[in-house]
């Protein structure tokens, strides 16, 4: 039986016409399963349940219907192992990623990038392959081998991704970060893992101005004993860009003598052999180095693409990230599903704010992700590319970063599209992609996340490990999947892997997520577990706050902690509420006030801020999280022990011993 629209979908702010959910990949992997299994899928929610309770006919059946190109699948989908730690996924099989994300070819695009608006390139798939072919000889030639480490220094262009894959491709393992990070903040990721090669720009262009890497680049490279080869990728045209660098040598020298070459070695590799090597935050000491699997981030990204997002031949997927964020990751695998990727380096508010839309209309965009803080922004700049730009084009607005609230998607449905499907997601850098998000053929209910995904056993937990529905609670994962991290990097025994996820539920990946399952079956996230409030015993999510915040005009941003009072009883806590205003303005008593209305008036009197302080400027992550952790160690006289993880780390000097916090 095909999957149909929903019955009952009064209140639902889209609905997918039933033309729609028929022609999806979904709706036809559906119809596959049910053929192949003699299963019946009458609803989405029977698909799910039969994805995570036969996970090797999931997985199994994923990998047939994306013609995962392997010399061999193997028998064997899953071996348990003595626990969900310990899972290994496909053990007979041999694939390389990056032959799968080659697969296409042609003169059709296969890379679009725009530098805000200084820098314009075009790839074409039989463009991209070549260039990969030209590298991967090149860096065999350097000595480089399946297992050694190649970083990136790298603006989010079309030479990362020709580097990534050229690494993928020799079974190398890729680690990236964006050059707007400090030598501290590279040397911090970098230096843990010992990369044998190194991408690097010469700089890059933010907010219509020039910044110079060479400087920061010969620092690093200094100081990284392991690294033979510097390989400097011209961007802003630097003169003499390898000038006093160690070992460096530009992309065209190195590929020079290999300018003949059009074929590709892909080596055969483990579905289990490490591919990427990511980075957590580091906000509260040196970042963790998660290692993830190939096949995994190739299954997973096939299974989020093709089925959730509908992404297809012909796609042009966007999504605003730089190569410090794990979404640079998902995008790049875009290329396995046949869509040409849509790459963005600089400020997204570049010139008149606008430039992010005018790429969508310049390039007929079919998918465009962003930020829910991004979102947020353009509201309060009154933003409405409904009226300045044909959207038309857009069939999923992706948002990730920071839950989306009620207002945030009604902002989207007024002012960029009524129609577009609304695709909030939310996993992360541990699991490489998402836990829950969008699907074409549900219907989006407002403030909600549509969906857990296919083949991930998600369930919200109380305190005592006990489902909950309707309350708020952790989110969980309570069987295998192939994004599980292989290891963290120099983690020998596992001991870091098994604090960071199985530690407060025995055998049960713990993400770390305060949220709650509507009785849509979606899904709405408070905030970090870690970040939430608990005045008088009572847990609170960030985002709740946030929510009402963001819909006082004078209020551009905010960020909201739980500070230890009164001194003689830490164990309690008091809100506290700061916020950046709108040049000119100054929070006085009448604002105060209107601001701790608009909370007490749409939530409870417990979140209520009991002290609303301005500040100029709110930390943040290189991707634009608000680092409320951060904030917290300051206040309380603590030292925050890694800032050159941040976009600006000044800002943390205006937290200290503020007056207001002292009664």
Partial sequence: MPLTVPRDCVGAATVPTATQVAESTMARFAAGMEARFDRR???????????????????????????????????????????????????GARLNF????????????ALVFWGEDRVKRRMSRDGLFTAVARLAAAMRERGVKAGDRVAAFMPNSPDTVVAMLATASIGAIFSSASPDFGPQGILDRFGQIEPVMLFATDGYYYNGKTHDCLEKLRQIADVLPTVHTVVVCPYIDAPNPT????????????????????????????FDHPLYIVFSSGTTGVPKCIVHRAGGALLLHLKEHRLHGNVREGSRLFYFATCSWVMWNWLASGLASGAALMLYDGSPFAGDNMI??????????????????????????????IRTHDTGSVEVLYSTGSPLVAEGYDYVYRAFKPDVQIASISGGTDLLGAFVGGNPVLPVWRGEIQCKQLGMAVDVFDEH????????????????????????????????????????????WCHGDFCELTEHGGYVIYGRSDATLNPGGVRIGTAEI??????????????VIGQNWPPEKPTDVRVVLFVRLRDGIALDD??????????????????????????????????????ELAIRQVVHGETVKNTGALANPDALMQFTQRVELQS
């Avoid at 160690?246 to 080596?267: M, N, W």
Wanted: charged share 30%.
């Fill in 98 to 109: 990056a032959e799968n994300l080659l697969r296409y070819r042609g003169d059709s695009d």
């Fill in 356 to 385: 992010l839309f005018d790429y969508l209309q310049a390039e007929r965009f079919t998918h465009f992700g962003t930020s829910a803080k991004f979102l947020e922004a353009c509201a309060k700049f009154d933003l409405a590319p």
């Fill in 41 to 91: 899928f009458d609803d989405y929610d029977s698909l799910h349940r039969w994805s995570v309770q036969h996970l090797d006919e999931f997985w199994s059946g994923l990998w047939d219907f994306c013609d995962v190109v392997a010399r061999q699948k193997g028998d064997v989908v899953l071996d348990q192992g003595a626990s969900m730690e310990e899972v290994r996924w496909f053990p």
């Fill in 590 to 627: 009448a604002l105060i006030d209107r601001i701790k209305h608009q909370i007490r008036v749409n939530t409870t009197s417990r979140h209520v801020p009991a002290r609303v302080v301005q500040v100029a400027d709110i930390p943040r992550t290189k991707s634009g999280k608000i680092v």
């Fill in 243 to 270: 000038g006093g660098i160690r070992g460096a040598v530009t992309l065209d020298e190195l590929t020079a003598q290999f300018a003949s070459v059009t074929d590709i070695r892909f080596e055969p590799l483990p």
């Fill in 465 to 508: 490990a006990r489902p909950v529905r309707g309350e708020k609670g952790e989110l969980v994962c309570t069987a295998p999947f192939p994004t599980q991290p292989l290891y963290f990097w120099n983690d020998p025994e596992g001991r870091k892997y098994h604090e960071a996820y199985f530690a407060r539920f025995d055998g049960i």
């Fill in 546 to 559: 946030y929510r009402q915040v963001d819909q006082i005009d004078e209020v551009v941003e905010a960020a």
